[in-house]
């Protein structure tokens, strides 16, 4: 077929689109096989970072690569950071989570924490202050306009009851700037944060996907 100058338009009026709707890389065919195979035969349960890590790819490809019952991606902006992280309030300033960071995909911190909790808008409007422990524990400073989709994901262990649940902050690149997990599989989780895990993830599902929907 003979291509012609109105269908190289029509061709990349189509990529231009399908570049906006997904802000974040998200998986192609190959990489949720990859992904399938790697929760469900090699390490089920694992933190995400962990398969981002051993496939070299953006997180956001893993986590967009999960079945549709465990993960909901939703494209992120200032005021949708704030207001889910309202939500993670909620689960508690005494629930005690795990936050899990990575530098450039390749170097993981994952360490336990009371919920950061919202703080009073400083100076500088979009950046996003959570403290954990009333001040006394860990400090973030989240810059809203960088985090372009959130992950709400709920992915099964290896034994029976296990979960690996998180709710996660992606980059335009579709590195992590944070995570927030309710519960790792094999770690004994706090409930109030199972609890409100549901709720945060329930607020996210009610959203447009990001990525294509993958059963």
């Given at each position: ?5 109105a269908l190289l338009?029509?061709l990349?009026a189509?990529s ?9 890389p998200?998986?192609?065919a190959?990489q949720i096989?990859?992904?399938r195979d ?6 089920p ?5 962990v398969?981002?890590?051993a ?5 956001s490809?893993v986590?967009s690569?999960?079945p549709?019952?465990?993960?909901f991606?939703?494209?992120?902006t ?7 992280w309202?939500?993670?309030?909620a689960?508690?300033e ?11 995909g390749?170097?993981t ?8 909790i ?5 100076a500088?409007?979009?950046l996003?202050d ?9 400090h ?5 306009p960088h985090?372009?989709?959130?992950y ?6 290896k034994?029976a009851?296990?979960?690996t649940q998180a ?12 995570a927030v997990y ?11 944060a199972i ?5 945060t993830a329930?607020?996210?599902e ?6 294509p929907p993958?059963?």
């Amino acid at each position: 077929m003979k291509t012609t100058p109105a269908l190289l338009l029509l061709l990349g009026a189509v990529s231009l689109a399908h570049a906006e709707q997904a802000p974040v890389p998200c998986a192609s065919a190959a990489q949720i096989a990859g992904v399938r195979d790697y929760f469900t035969n090699q390490r089920p349960g694992r933190p995400l970072p962990v398969p981002a890590r051993a496939f070299n790819w953006p997180e956001s490809v893993v986590a967009s690569g999960l079945p549709v019952a465990q993960s909901f991606g939703v494209a992120a902006t200032p005021e949708l950071v704030r207001d889910v992280w309202k939500s993670i309030d909620a689960w508690g300033e005494k629930t005690s989570v795990k936050l899990v960071l990575s530098s450039g995909g390749q170097h993981t911190f994952a360490f336990p924490s009371l919920v950061p909790i919202t703080q009073t808008q400083n100076a500088n409007a979009d950046l996003l202050d959570v403290y954990a422990d009333g001040g006394n524990g860990v400090h973030t400073h989240i810059s809203t306009p960088h985090v372009k989709a959130i992950y709400a994901t709920d992915i099964p262990g290896k034994d029976a009851g296990q979960r690996t649940q998180a709710i996660s902050f992606y980059n335009q690149d579709g590195s992590l700037a944070l995570a927030v997990y309710a519960q790792i599989a094999g770690e004994k989780p706090d409930p109030a944060a199972i609890e409100g895990f549901k709720k945060t993830a329930a607020k996210i599902e009610a959203l447009p996907r990001v990525c294509p929907p993958q059963s």
